[in-house]
């Protein structure tokens, strides 16, 4: 059976605030339109909801079962209605530890000095969030992933504290921090190549494996040797001048990062969330 929601909305208020008059007051209508869809609830309901008296109303045992359940179930679609509102002024970002702790996090606060209205939140793990509202960036192989998506392509350089020049004047074992993804489908960072490119022996280097580029950087920070990291994730910190990159040149991987999907993305905040961080990745 299908009924009015005018109705039921009419029906409703005027329930809540037992008075026609009232309930025409709160939804911009007269009271004689209250009545009438009142009238015209009752009778595709066969039903009598309200015992009408010369100054006032009073619902009946029925009226006042279907008033709770109409208003509740309105509450539901106002809630619902206020999540969703919310949720398009926030960006949720999912992304790796070592992306959220050194480029997404410590940027916010020029984020949201450009951008006041927009909320961004970011956790962190390795599984895609399907949620509308999840903006997802991801560490992939370039090869697999379409070019529309790539946000940036990846090299690696040998950075640290320590004095630079020590990495091709001494012919002293060099402790490197490197890192193995636990996405066994990521090409590893190519430290060889960066070896073969910079003329140092391999045999140099007393390298040390982490499962996170993070782990390694704060090794790296420490002092206690060089980190084989993402240039990308590294630039803050040089630019900050709490670490130094290698005078050696960079080695290109087949990694990049991406929002897989992009394009159907079309929420307008997330749209303008993306341009910031193409910003932030382009930055020299």
């Not at 359940?69 to 530890?97: D, P």
């Not at 004047?169 to 590893?188: A, C, Q, R, S």
């Not at 490119?197 to 920070?221: K, T, Y």
């Not at 910190?237 to 079309?266: D, E, F």
Request: net charge neutral.
């Amino acid at each position: 059976m299908q009924v009015s929601l005018q109705a039921l909305k009419a029906f409703e208020s005027a329930a809540r605030l037992g008075s026609f008059k009232r309930a025409a007051e709160e939804l911009s209508l007269t009271p004689t339109a209250i009545s009438h869809h009142v009238a015209r609830l009752e009778q595709r309901l066969n039903v009598d909801l309200f015992h009408r008296q010369v100054r006032k109303v009073e619902l009946t045992e029925t009226g006042a079962k279907l008033a709770r359940q109409i208003s509740e179930g309105f509450r539901s679609i106002e809630e619902a209605v206020e999540q969703v509102r919310l949720a398009s002024n926030v960006v949720k970002v999912t992304t790796t530890s070592s992306l959220a702790a050194l480029i997404l996090i410590p940027a916010l606060h020029e984020f949201y000095l450009n951008y006041p209205d927009i909320s961004v939140e970011v956790s962190t793990g390795e599984m895609l969030d399907n949620h509308l509202y999840h903006l997802p960036v991801r560490l992939g192989q370039l090869a697999a992933v379409p070019a529309s998506e790539v946000l940036c392509h990846e090299s690696f350089n040998l950075f640290g504290r320590l004095p630079i020049d020590r990495v091709k004047t001494t012919d002293e074992p060099i402790v490197v921090f490197n890192t193995i993804w636990k996405n066994k489908n990521l090409d590893l960072p190519p430290l060889e190549k960066w070896c073969l490119l910079n003329h140092i022996e391999p045999s140099r280097l007393r390298v040390q494996n982490f499962d996170q580029e993070l782990l390694g950087i704060q090794e790296a920070l420490a002092g206690n040797g060089y980190v084989f990291a993402s240039c990308t994730l590294m630039r803050r910190l040089v630019k900050q001048h709490q670490i130094q990159a290698c005078q050696t040149r960079p080695a290109q991987s087949g990694l990049c990062y991406y929002i897989p999907n992009r394009a159907a993305l079309y929420n307008r905040k997330s749209q303008v969330f993306i341009e910031w961080l193409e910003q932030q990745f382009n930055l020299s």
